[in-house]
Structure formats: C-alpha cells, structure tokens
C-alpha cells in the first residue's frame, strides 16, 4: 500500500507540471504572417488539384543533373524515408529549390517497417513518472502533439486506435488507470478519446480472444487507451508526391556515391549521383545537404570526413503478421511485461494482426531479415494473454527492420536510449537529422530545415506551413467516400480472354479510399475504363488498377516498389505477394516498357526481397512450442 501511495504521490507531481506546461502552450500560440498565409493557400490549392501530376521520373533526374556550382539547389536531401521527405516538403513550401535522392525507394528502409503506431509514448511517461525527468515529459508533450498533427493532415491513412491493457491484480488496476489517465491529461485538447476501466466480462466482448484465467492468475479488467495507427509506406510515399507537387525535385533508386566538396573551404557542396536503373551518373549541386538517411546516416558522414565517430546505435525491431481471428477489428493489445523490459503491442492491421516488437543491438544491412527466436520471442510474449493455440504456422509475414536511435557511446543498451532526436552539423556544408521517430516526422524536418536555412544563409519567402497542409489525397476525402466508389464504378476484370464486369464490393471501394484518399476515383477508373479489375491475390482487396496507376503516378518502379511499399502485401502475406508477382511484373512491362531479360531481373530480386520476411512458407523454424502442432 505504501508503494502504491509513493507511486500515485510522483504521479501527482508529474500533474502539476503536466498543467504548467500545457498553460504555458496555451498562451504560446501566435498567427500567421501573411506570407505564410499566402505560401500555405499555394500549396494547398496545388495538393488539393486532383487533376495535378508529379513530374515524371525523368524530368525530376534532369532537374537535378541541371544545377551547377552557380545554379545550385538550396538544399538537397539524402534519404528518401519519412524525415527526409517531410525536409524536402518543408523545405520546398519555404519557397526554397530542393531535391532528393533516395538509393532505393520512398520509405524503403526504417519508414516501411515501423509498428505503424503514431503514438506520444506512454512508456516515456512512466519514465518520466518514476525518475522525476521533466526532459522525457517534454518528449510526450511533442510526441501527442505531432501524433494529433499526422491524423489531421493524412486522414485517409490514419486513424486513432484503441488499445487494452489487460491488469491481472488490483494494484494494477489503479496503477495502469492512473497513469493513462495521466496520458490523457498530458495530451489535452489534442487526446483523441478518453481511456476508461473496462470490467473482465466488458473486455471479453471487446476482445474476444484475450484470456481471463491462467498461470495461477486471473483478469481482473482492462483499461483501454488510445493511440493513431497508420499505412506508414504509403503516408510516406504521399509525402514524397506532395513535395513533388509543391516544387521539390524526388528521386527514387538514386545513389549517392560521393560528397562534392569545395576545393578552398572543403565544404560540402553537392553529391555525385548514381541511377541506379539507368546507371547514368551525375552531379548536383546545393547550399546545404542535409543527411537524412536513417540508419545509413554514419555512412553518409563519413564520406565527408572518414573519421567521423559514429552516431548512430543500430536497434533491430521484429514484427509478426498473424491471421485476423487473433484479434477483433477496431481493438488492439498491450502486453506490457517482457523479458528484455518492452512492451509488445498487438494489433489489427489492414484485415490482419501486427505483433511486435523485438529491440536488440543489430548490424546495419540493408535487408535485415528477423532472427527465428526474436519471432519466437513475440510468440511466447502474447502466448499467454490468449486464449487461442498460438501457432508459428499462423505466421504470415515477419519482418526486421533497423532504428536509426542517436546515441552516446558510454550507452550500454539501447532500450535506455531516448527516441528524441539530434540534428547536427558536424562538417561545414552537411546537416545530419536522425533519431527520432515515425511520429516526430514532420517536427524533425522543421528543425533540419531550420538548422540548413542557418548554415547556408538562406533566404525562405515564409517560415514553416507543414502543421497546417495535408497530404495528397486528404483533401476533400471523408470516411464515407468509399461509398461513391462502390456506387459510380464497377471493376472491368480480363479473365481467359473474356472481359467480365464485377461489382466494386465494399471492401475493394474502402481499401481504395484509404489508400488513395480523394485520389481513388483516378484507380477505380483505371479499373473500370482499362480492363484491369481483378484483384491481385485472392483474399486482398488489391486490384491490377493499383500496379498502373503507381507507375504513372507514384514513382513505382520496380515490382518490390509496389508488393512492398505502394500496397503492403509482402508485409501482409508474404506466399501472397509471391503468387501476384508475375501479374504485377506483366503490368509494369507494359507501363515502363520492359523487355524480358529487365521482367525476369525483376521477378528474381522480387523474390530475394520475399526471402528476407519469414513467414511460415519460407522459414525453416524448429519444433518447439509453437509449432502449430
């Protein structure tokens, strides 16, 4: 009872500062300058055109071969994830000429592999709870006010999500209630639902699966909080096509191969550049580089200077895709007590179940690919707070992906290492941005674009407008739009020959509008007016459609683009994704105009690519507890 009173006693302290904090907020606010105001109107009316085209692949290249040491680019980004491109859109509605470049594809690291959480971190709240820390409440304040953000500007791909804890004693009970509703404090006029206590027999109608009794313990509530949940690919994928739309030169599978140095003052001036489909190589020239390239970040820096001491602490974080009966929709769960000190989340997820996440050290490759006793691991964590046989043969997709975390190097793990990010600039010329988080995204960007005006004497025609423009495809987009899809479409489906029409059901018409916004009328046309209605795999709302319309309008442009990042269905069902390869490839054929040798190349490093995520298919796994016997 004591520490129960200590506890609740720290958490009241941590309130007081909560409402200092958001008073302080409150009386911070300040409006807009005109130019801003004006920048802001630009850019949206440009975004919210759906009859607006980004550039093609090739005049984006040509914009970039076209700059000079007289003609440079103000700023030009590496790294094609979410901060790098929420730089170039920041930087690009500044008024400033951008580019950039990404060795692979629009979100095809960290950004794609992420719990698809948009959370202010209740876990840092616990931290700052029992060790006083007012900089990890600081955290959470940015945090839910960035998570508040990323929902209203990209509505179409996020939603808030609830989330049960389930408590297995009393003291639980208050401990978990108290604390969440501390969440809900912290966050304020930005919570998105009030958490609440739910009875044992109220959280066995929400979550049907979840187990009331075992191991010598019995339920005894739930306390159910919420949190945003994302596509994070394809949020971050319409981040790299709205800074098109507003100005900035992106380029996918573009290699920076070396830094261009000035010969007087050495400092960084621009990058040589590798297409990586053509091989042509070239150079373009700016005012400042800014080094947003995630894990790979060191890699950059030490093109600059070889003796860079790394930055970076290489965190592996697991994910598992399990059928849908393993949770209901609409309802995830926490199991908050693990053997390596995480939380692992499980989730629903575009008809099926995340579950994850792992955190340990890792090398930093660029397909990591998932360990068999870190899924084991996820396994054994929500084994017991079910009351399903938990099988590792129910395993559709696991995949590995690598957190950029920005460390010290005395840190001995990086489970003590604060997710807050660092932007730096330690060689003339080149801005690093990393750690951080999905959620942060846009925050982070303000702050490297902010620190790349400084160190190259910019001069932006207003300050930043991010916080207030949506994505493409969020304008004009309402939960309900699917409804005009089901009802002015139909799906025009090629089948041996023969050309047979097929309803737009409900659920290809709600997958559209979410993945595409305002923007799925332009992918049920295509459905309707060229033949290509079929759904690519059985069980997938995915149509032919999509595969086109990402060429022409998305810088799809390789199979593993589309399976992986423009739809999800390597990270959904990997044996999926496999069976609509040679479709998928046909499609792209006939878009990019390939030849034979260039589709087999594809369907070859498709599958590579499918390797790396161990589903039950493709895994070797031992006999063990889960073995699905």
Request: aromatic share 8%; proline share 4%.
């Amino acid at each position: 009872m004591a520490s129960t009173m200590f506890r609740l006693k720290r958490i009241g302290a941590i309130i007081t500062i909560s409402g200092a904090t958001l008073a302080a907020t409150a009386t911070a606010a300040s409006a807009q300058s005109n130019g801003e105001g004006s920048a802001l109107e630009a850019a949206r009316r440009r975004v919210a055109d759906l009859d607006a085209v980004v550039p093609r692949r090739s005049v984006q290249e040509a914009a970039l071969a076209g700059t000079s040491r007289v003609n440079p680019l103000d700023v030009l980004v590496i790294g094609g994830g979410a901060t790098g491109c929420g730089v170039a859109l920041d930087a690009a509605t500044r008024g400033l000429r951008v580019g950039l470049v990404e060795r692979e594809d629009f979100s095809s690291g960290t950004s794609s592999r992420s719990t698809k959480l948009i959370h202010g971190g209740v876990r840092y709240l616990e931290k700052a709870v029992f060790n006083l820390d007012y900089g990890q409440l600081k955290l959470v304040f940015h945090a839910l006010k960035e998570r508040k953000q990323v929902i209203q500007n990209a509505p179409h791909l996020c939603h808030a999500l609830p989330c049960m804890n389930p408590c297995f004693s009393w003291f639980e009970v208050v401990y978990y209630w108290s604390g969440l509703k501390l969440y809900d404090l912290v966050a304020g006029p930005r919570m998105l639902h009030l958490s609440r206590y739910y009875s044992v027999e109220q959280s066995a109608q929400l979550f049907p699966t979840l187990a009331t009794k075992g191991k010598d313990r019995s339920l005894k509530g739930t306390v159910v909080y919420y949190d945003g949940q994302m596509n994070d690919s394809r949020l971050n994928v319409g981040l790299a096509c709205t800074a098109a739309l507003v100005g900035a030169a992106m380029l996918n599978h573009a290699e920076v191969i070396e830094l261009i140095k000035d010969e007087v003052d050495e400092k960084v001036v621009g990058a040589r550049i590798r297409d990586t489909i053509s091989g042509n190589v070239f150079e373009t020239y700016a005012k400042v580089v800014v080094n947003a390239a995630g894990p790979f970040c060191d890699s950059v820096r030490k093109m600059a200077n070889k003796d860079a001491q790394p930055m970076i602490a290489a965190s592996s974080g697991v994910h598992i895709v399990l059928p849908d009966y393993y949770s209901p929709e609409g309802m995830g769960l926490i199991v908050p007590k693990t053997k390596d000190g995480r939380v692992v989340f499980m989730l629903p997820w575009l008809g099926r179940t995340i579950a994850g996440t792992t955190d340990s050290s890792t090398e930093i490759t660029m397909l990591p690919e998932p360990h068999e006793d870190e899924i084991q691991f996820i396994l054994d964590a929500i084994c017991d707070y079910l009351n399903v046989q938990v099988r590792r043969s129910d395993v559709l997709s696991a995949w590995s992906g690598i957190r950029p975390l920005a460390t010290d190097p005395k840190a001995k793990n990086t489970e003590s290492i604060s997710r807050d990010h660092v932007v730096s600039e330690d060689y003339p010329g080149l801005i690093t941005i990393t750690g951080g988080k999905w959620t942060t995204y846009r925050s982070m960007a303000e702050d490297a674009v902010d620190a790349a005006i400084k160190s190259g004497k910019l001069k932006p025609t207003n300050g930043c407008v991010t916080d207030q423009l949506r994505i493409v495809g969020g304008y004009g987009w309402e939960l309900a739009s699917f409804t005009a899809l089901a009802q002015n479409y139909i799906r025009m489906k090629q089948t041996k020959g023969k050309v047979i029409p097929g309803p737009m059901d409900t659920g290809v018409s709600k997958h559209l509008s979410h993945a595409y916004g305002s923007l799925a009328e332009h992918v049920a046309a295509i459905a309707q007016n060229e033949n290509l209605g079929k759904r690519l795999a059985h069980g997938y709302p995915y149509l032919e459609a999509e595969v086109a319309y990402c060429a022409r309008n998305e810088y799809c442009e390789s199979a593993t683009d589309f399976i992986a990042r423009r739809s999800r269905l390597a990270f959904l069902d990997t044996d999926a994704a496999r069976r609509a390869l040679p479709r998928i490839i046909q499609i792209l054929a006939t878009e990019h105009k390939w030849d034979k040798s260039r589709q087999k190349l594809e369907l070859q490093k498709a599958l590579e690519f499918l390797e790396t995520f161990k589903s039950s298919k493709n895994a070797q796994f031992r006999d063990g507890k889960h073995n699905g016997s």
